[in-house]
């Protein structure tokens, strides 16, 4: 069974400008908001057969909807994220309690390390792989390859649009990997092509890309993806894959969806 | 000369992701260079990799450049500590673990701040003033008890040579050693940068000396005319040789021999073995090779030529001299302080037919001078070429077929 962290958007809003997608002058429609929230939900309680940690939403920080951006969890081991927009510090704290308190052990990096969870780094049966350049820097890694004592290939993020690995990029539980690879550059790309044969890797389209179609969450055979992705889904599903499409366009406004909303804990 | 540098270090997973080839192509596409001093590749796919690098670029500004741009990449500056000094123990002592130098350009690092070190030279050690500003090599021999003494290997960066900026026999930046090659052109590129040197020297520019040490096969192979009018004629400023160099170019002037043989037809005349000595003991009557020369006693030659135009000669003595001539110092260890003392300002070498002293110029020489050694022996030049220099040029050829076509390259007519 599948867990994941979520945290309802009952403060989610746009309050700040660090993304490419943030606009204070596009505001959060909250009723629609918590609709699509309750709709991935009540998805990836009922169909998807997820077991669903809820965290509590505190006041004044609109983007901890974001779970997948709390840290990296493994085993009983936690690392929480060390956030590079001091918007986004604030909710360290209240990450690292939650670990704390459902029994991890928790490792904390420096200060001025930044790593942003999940959000920046996704494993593979053959490697974890570190997004860095946007968000996480590239030195957290060596840190966390010592701490979970796995491989962790860095790959640098070239366009600010995709300013986090799990918005361009999407392991699959079957092995293979649903990307864009423009937004890595080309050395990332070789390392990516290196480790992940030509056959398992699923290319997503440019338009689809920019809807999000890598943020999007798989267990087992199951897809949850944003809607609007006609090319992924087609892919996926020549892959034996399940997809299910969902409006998550309130979300897009802070530059987020369905993997962002949620943090694996294996 | 010497480039700007740094030290920086790449830890992770470093050689897969291709983040080690980036930065490295990183560093080359800026107009930078590198050596990779350090690389460990992890043993499994866990364990990570480390890679240390030096950085190098021709302004301090380019440096700072290139390390901004890998810096994202993980590359980050080696922290770095002072040298460690340690005072001498006694007069004529090191502490025990000395930095001994090569003839490579260096820099101490002292209160933060990376200084030159002066008067570069192979095998000696480095000593730093009092206030720790300023660095200087210094010999076992000259050291004074007390005297802050560089220990150890922190805080040292030795820097390799660049490329010379001129496009000539130096610039190939490799210690050639063949009988088999033709001269000319080679000479044809000494003669250029003397020339050079010249021109700079009459121009009151620094810097622009000529040292020539040499033996006294010289003289007995018939190069004491091209010599002469090298000295003459303004392109040699320093002349390190021995007792017998000074002693037969004399005899030469004063018998017409060169240790006993007719030097216009190659025979040993009637008690011709003497002529050397009785010109050293002439000119130690009258006291100094110069007093013979302003006298009029010694009107032509090497030694006149020297003195004529104000060459710096230094003369050291060897367990086997005559004599010998007054201007010798017998003390090996005070000639190599005169030599030593001679050097700055120099800015090319010729060792031309003398073993002893090509190789004790050679080892008091830094490497950023480009030195020529000549010699019939091949052994010669490859004990110089040994040293590591990257300028030093060497020709397998009878020292006056070297002379006169080096001055004939510079406008002799003989």
């Known amino acids: 069974m599948s ?35 309750h709709g991935l939900m009540r998805l990836l309680e009922a169909k998807i057969g997820a077991l669903l940690e809820r965290m509590e939403p505190v006041p004044g920080l609109p983007d901890m909807v974001f779970t997948a951006n709390a840290g990296v969890a493994v085993g009983r081991r936690a690392v929480p994220s060390r956030f590079r927009h001091p918007e986004r510090q604030r909710e360290e704290s209240y990450f690292e309690a939650w670990f704390r308190d459902h029994g991890y052990e928790v490792t904390t990096l420096d200060k001025d390390l930044y790593f942003e969870g999940a959000g920046d780094l996704l494993g593979l049966p053959d490697a974890w792989f570190g997004g860095y350049r946007q968000r996480s820097d ?61 056959a398992r890797r699923l290319v997503v389209p440019e338009s689809e890309a920019l809807r999000f179609a890598c943020n999007a969450v798989c267990v087992a055979k199951q897809v949850v993806l944003p809607e609007g992705c006609p090319e992924t889904i087609k892919r996926l599903e020549a892959r034996g894959y399940t997809t299910h499409p969902l409006p998550l366009d309130e979300f897009m406004k802070a530059g987020g969806s369905a993997k962002c909303l949620t943090l694996a804990l294996e | 000369m010497a480039q700007t540098q740094e030290t920086v270090v790449l830890h992770g997973h470093i ?11 990183t560093i080359l596409m800026m107009g930078g260079t590198f ?33 901004e741009a890998i810096q994202p990449h993980g590359a980050s500056v080696e922290r770095e500590s002072d040298c460690p000094l340690e005072p001498a123990p006694a007069d004529g002592l090191f502490p025990e673990n000395f930095y001994a130098t090569t003839h490579l350009p260096t820099q101490v690092r002292l209160q933060g701040r990376w200084i030159e070190v002066e008067a570069m030279e192979m095998d000696v050690g480095i000593r730093v003033d009092r206030g720790g500003t300023a660095a200087r090599t210094v010999p076992m021999g000259d050291v004074k008890r007390g005297d802050l003494i560089v220990t150890g290997r922190e805080g040292i960066r030795v820097l390799p040579l660049q490329r010379p900026k001129e496009r000539d026999v130096f610039s190939f930046m490799e210690a050639q050693v063949s009988s088999e090659r033709p ?90 073995h003497e002529h050397h000595l009785r010109t050293i003991n002439r000119i130690r009557a009258i006291g100094s090779i110069e007093k013979a020369v302003r006298t009029g006693v010694i009107t032509e030659g090497i030694m006149a030529a020297c003195v ?62 480009p030195t020529v050694c000549v010699d019939v022996n091949p052994a010669v030049p490859t004990k110089l070429a040994d040293r590591g220099s990257f300028q030093a040029v060497g020709l397998v050829m009878d020292a006056a077929s070297f002379l006169r076509e080096l001055a004939r390259e510079l406008g002799w007519k003989a």
């Open chain 1, 3 to 37: 867990r994941l962290l979520v945290c309802a958007p009952d403060y989610f809003r746009i309050d700040y400008e660090i993304n490419p997608w943030m606009r204070l002058s596009n505001a959060v429609v909250p009723e629609r908001a918590r609709a699509q929230w």
């Open chain 1, 138 to 198: 590239i030195r957290a890694y060596g840190r966390l390859s010592e701490i979970f004592g796995r491989e962790i290939i860095p790959v640098e993020l070239v366009n600010s649009h995709f300013y986090h690995l799990d918005t361009c990029f999407c392991p699959l539980s079957g092995g293979e990997l649903l990307y864009y690879p423009p937004a890595f550059d080309r050395y990332a790309q070789a390392a990516i092509a290196e480790r992940i044969g030509e």
């Open chain 2, 15 to 25: 050689i897969d992701s291709l983040i080690l080839a980036k930065v490295l192509d």
């Open chain 2, 35 to 67: 050596d990779l001093t350090d690389v460990k590749i992890g043993a499994t796919r866990e364990e990570p990799s480390h890679a240390r690098i030096v950085v190098r670029a021709a302004s301090g500004r380019l440096l700072a450049e290139i390390l």
């Open chain 2, 183 to 272: 001269h000319g052109h080679i000479i044809a590129d000494i003669a250029r940068r003397m020339r050079a040197l010249r021109d700079d020297r009459e121009a009151g520019r620094e810097g622009s000396k000529v040292l020539l040490a040499g033996g006294p096969a010289i003289i007995h192979a018939g190069g004491r005319e091209a010599l002469a009018w090298l000295i003459e004629s303004g392109f040699i400023h320093v002349l390190f040789c021995g007792n017998a160099l000074a002693a037969h170019d004399m005899e030469a002037h004063l018998f017409g021999t060169s240790l006993g043989f007719r030097l216009s037809a190659g025979r040993a005349v009637p008690h011709g």
């Open chain 2, 308 to 369: 004529r135009r104000g060459v710096r000669v230094v003369l050291a003595g060897s367990i086997r001299d005559d004599g010998p001539l007054p201007d010798v110092i017998t003390d090996s260890m005070a000639a190599q302080a005169a030599m030593r003392a001679a050097l700055p300002g120099v800015s090319l070498a010729l060792l031309v037919a003398s073993t002893l002293h090509a190789v004790a110029t050679g080892n008091l020489l830094p490497a950023t001078v």
